[in-house]
Structure formats: C-alpha cells, structure tokens
T-cell receptor, first 115, second 113 residues
Framework: DGGITQSPKYLFRKEGQNVTLSCEQN?????MYWYRQDPGQGLRLIYY???????QKGDIAEGYSVSREKKESFPLTVTSAQKNPTAFYLC??????????????FGPGTRLTVL | GEDVEQSLFLSVREGDSSVINCTYT??????LYWYKQEPGAGLQLLTY?????DMKQDQRLTVLLNKKDKHLSLRIADTQTGDSAIYFC?????????????FGAGTRLFVKA
C-alpha cells in the first residue's frame, strides 16, 4: 500500500527545544516538500528536495533545517530559532519536480504546538 | 507576481451544485490543480488541468479554465455532505531553479443537509 506517512500526528514542545518531524514515502518519488499551514492561510513552502542528497530553501526556511540522505525520507527539524513554530506541518512528494509529473501527494500532517 | 486567490467560504444545500472559483496571476502556469482537505488531514489531489485546455470533466467534478482572465473554477455536481471540506486551488509555474507550486488560501465548503 503506497503512500506518505508523517509522525507523530500531534507533537508538543517546550520553547527553546529543537524537534524533528518525520516524513517517509514508499512511492519511489524523487521530489519531496515541506509546507506549513496556518489557519486561514494557504500552504507556505519551507524546504524542498528534487533529488536525494539535494535540497533547497522555500519561502519560509528560517528556523528550519532538513536532510535528504535517503530517497524515501525527508525529515524536518524545527529549531529554537523559529519564532512562531506552532502550526500544522504537511509533507508532500511528487514523482518528479518537473511537469507533467510534479503533482504533489500529501501526508496526513503533524500538528506542532509549542508550550 | 505569484498569487492565487480564492474566496474563503461557500455554503450550499445538499443536492445543489457547488462552484468554487480561483484566480491566479502568473500567465506562465503549466498545470493547475484542485486539492481537497478534510479536517485534521493532508491534502488530497482531486483533479488537474493542463494550461492549454479549457475544460476537464471527471465524474461529478468539472474544471473550467479561462486563461485570458486567469480564472479557474471547480464545479461539484449533486453536492453531498461528504464534500464538506477545504478546497485548494494551486498552480505550477517556472521559478528560478525549477518548477514551483503556489497554493491559494483555500475555500471552506459547507454543505447543509
């Protein structure tokens, strides 16, 4: 059963702590993405990776870091430098970063709350 | 500039048609997408249309594209309570370093029984 999984579904963190969100896909997709969703707003791109061992900053990369050591995994670390980290985080993947195969498939999301 | 705009709310009665509208600003869009998000879940790709097409139909869903006005719409026929969700319009366009997908803020569809 192919798909994208994110864990955990809910995550609580104290201020000043780093936390890592997991994203795994078994779709054999080359490209992976991290988005942040805030209430009443669209998705904002944090980081993306077009191929393993490569990644680029999106529109709101400050305070976040990623790695892409394996094709199927794209973990996101929310660092203490991120000023307002409470949000819903969505991971996505696409077969290719280029059309016509760059339609994105999403995981179920992780809701991060900073206490 | 890159921007995708949608109205925030739409309310319809069960059995009626829903029409969700979207405008985009970049004429170099290649593909345009509609996604559905149910509460607490990720986005589910519903359908997409290539920028040189005017219309695409897929069961209860009809996508209309007016490239001159940069207007995209999603029509849901015979709307059901299970269609209640947030619907996102998105465009894929060339950006420095590769293609980028820009999402609208989403339209929340309420279906009244």
């Amino acid at each position: 059963d192919g798909g994208i999984t994110q864990s955990p579904k809910y995550l609580f963190r104290k201020e000043g702590q780093n936390v890592t969100l997991s994203c795994e896909q078994n779709l054999n997709h080359d490209a992976m993405y991290w988005y942040r969703q805030d209430p009443g707003q669209g998705l904002r791109l944090i980081y993306y990776s077009q191929i393993v061992n490569d990644f680029q900053k999106g529109d709101i990369a400050e305070g976040y870091s990623v790695s892409r050591e394996k094709k199927e995994s794209f973990p996101l670390t929310v660092t203490s430098a991120q000023k307002n980290p409470t949000a819903f985080y969505l991971c996505a993947s696409s077969d290719s970063p280029l059309p016509p195969h760059n339609e994105q498939f999403f995981g179920p999301g992780t809701r991060l709350t900073v206490l | 500039g890159e921007d995708v705009e949608q109205s925030l709310f739409l309310s319809v009665r069960e059995g009626d048609s829903s029409v969700i509208n979207c405008t985009y600003t970049d004429s170099s869009s290649t593909y345009l997408y509609w996604y559905k998000q149910e509460p607490g879940a990720g986005l589910q790709l519903l359908t997409y249309i290539f920028s040189n097409m005017d219309m695409k139909q897929d069961q209860r869903l009809t996508v209309l594209l007016n490239k001159k006005d940069k207007h995209l719409s999603l029509r849901i026929a015979d709307t059901q309570t299970g269609d209640s969700a947030i619907y996102f319009c998105a465009e894929s366009l060339w950006h420095t370093g590769g293609f980028k997908t820009i999402f609208g803020a989403g339209t929340r569809l309420f279906v009244k029984a």
